[in-house]
């Protein structure tokens, strides 16, 4: 847990958490949609966890999450910005997580001429979305570790 805790206004750590609670309640709802379809024709609970770990492939491996969430808290970042950021990974890896995520449509490479040509990261329309999506989730961990405490 990184030290000293955030420290924040009892109001402003009561929208923190009646937002993920509405986040909660939203889960409950779009899961239940889904459980309406899932005994259909071929869709069944197979087919379903297929399904899902299909789409969740990407946040599957080291680091991606730790990238995503990077560029989600502090916008587009050169490379050695956000090698400096994340500690322990290697020049190597990141250059080939950046390339994966650009490939699976969630960073963009921006690439501005030169003289000295100059590329950054940032996250893709797609991406943003799923930073919002993860959002609640990381605040909910947040507040569980201790992280962020009320005041």
Request: proline share 7%; aromatic share 6%; charged share 20%.
């Amino acid at each position: 847990m990184p030290t000293p805790p955030m420290k924040i206004p009892a109001d402003a750590f009561e929208v923190l958490q009646n937002n993920i609670e509405g986040t909660l309640n939203n889960g409950k709802i779009i899961r239940s949609t889904l459980a309406n379809y899932s005994n259909q024709g071929p869709y069944n609970a197979d087919w379903e966890v297929e399904a899902a770990v299909e789409a969740l492939h990407v946040f599957g491996s080291r680091w991606t999450i730790e990238i995503l969430a990077t560029l989600y808290i502090t916008g587009p970042r050169r490379f050695n910005e956000m090698k400096n950021m994340l500690s322990g990974i290697s020049s190597r890896t990141l250059s080939d997580k950046l390339r994966f995520l650009a490939e699976e449509g969630l960073v963009l490479r921006l690439v501005t001429e030169g003289p000295p040509v100059k590329v950054s990261y940032e996250l893709s329309p797609h991406g943003m979305t799923c930073g919002r999506l993860l959002s609640p989730l990381v605040a909910h961990l947040k507040v569980k570790m201790g992280s962020v405490q009320s005041k």
